[in-house]
Each structure stands twice: as C-alpha cells, then as structure tokens.
C-alpha cells in the first residue's frame, strides 16, 4: 500500500517561497504529481513527472514559477514554488498514479490511484 506524506506548506506574503514535500512509502506509481484546491473549486493540476522519464508537465499558471523535482533515493517529490501569487492559496496534494502518462493528468484527478492528506499553503497579499 502507497502511503503519500506532505509537509512544507505555511503561510507567505505574495512574492515569497515555499518548498513542499512528498515522501512516498510502499509500492512504487509510474507518475507522481501535485494537484491544488482553493475553497469552493474543483482540485485541479499543477505539476507532475514520470519516474522513469526526464520530461515535466505545468498547469500554464504555474509554468515558469513552479518547479517539481525529485530524489530518487528519498522516494521524495518537491514541489519548488516561487513567485508566490494569492491566488495560488490552496491545500497542496501530492498525487500518485499508475499506468498514467503525467501530462494524461491535466483535468483528471480521477485517473489519481493515491492521494496525500493535503498541506495548506496561504499567500498573504
């Protein structure tokens, strides 16, 4: 069984950072991602990336301030974001997928086999 953790949200004025962390336990899923969801929205994309692959995949909102990375020896998933926005205050979930290609995930958190229990991350403006 997956067991997916996060940590790193908080608070941060518009313009600032925050690092988000998942650490992923038991079976391996070919796609990891992160997905967000703002109070009275749907849970949408942000970011995700196939272990077995190099390529990496951005909802156009995010692209060119948020970065996911990984450690492979962790079984960590990062989620870098910078250039902070309020209206990027969501809970943060960190998703894992199987047989799923990353980019197949964009307005799909239904094809998500695993979910993280959420970490909230507020901008302030």
């Known amino acids: 069984q997956v067991k997916l953790v996060e940590s790193g949200g908080g608070l941060v004025q518009a313009g600032g950072s925050l690092r988000l962390s998942c650490a992923a336990s038991?079976?391996?899923?070919?796609?990891m991602g992160w997905f967000r969801q703002a109070p009275g929205k749907e849970r949408e994309f942000v970011a995700a990336?196939?272990?077995?692959?190099?390529?990496?995949y951005y909802a156009d909102s995010v692209k060119g301030r948020f970065t996911i990375s990984r450690d492979n020896a962790k079984n960590t998933v990062y989620l870098q974001m910078n250039s902070l926005k309020p209206e990027d205050t969501a809970i943060y979930y960190c998703a894992a997928a199987g047989k799923i290609a990353p980019d197949l995930l964009r307005g799909r958190p239904h094809l998500v086999d695993v979910w993280g229990q959420g970490t909230q991350v507020t901008v302030s403006s």
């Open positions: 990336f196939s272990w077995s692959g190099y390529s990496t």
């Open positions: 038991g079976r391996t899923f070919s796609t």
